[in-house]
């Protein structure tokens, strides 16, 4: 086979793997977001702080608890940190 033909055919399997890498990324950046959104929507204080994104993003890895518990420990209320830890993994 000739340089070129592999040359071409590596770079279109290399397009298409980094395309579907960026295809799948936005959606977990929108779970987080969501999260998010709930604890600012039910505590109507504005932007949430460091902490919470980082407990959504826990609850986005399907560990419901910690995410619970890092909302709590944030000053979110437990109803709020649970549904909120609900969605995240959606």
Known sequence: MRASIRCAGVLTALTLTLGGAALTAPAAHADITD??????????????????????????????????????DAGVTGTTAASACRVAPR
Request: hydrophobic share 25%.
């Open 35 to 72: 999260c998010v959104n709930q604890v600012e929507h039910e505590t109507r204080g504005g932007e949430a702080p460091d902490s919470v994104r980082m407990a959504c993003y826990v609850g986005l890895t399907g560990n419901h608890d910690q995410c619970v518990s890092g909302l709590t």
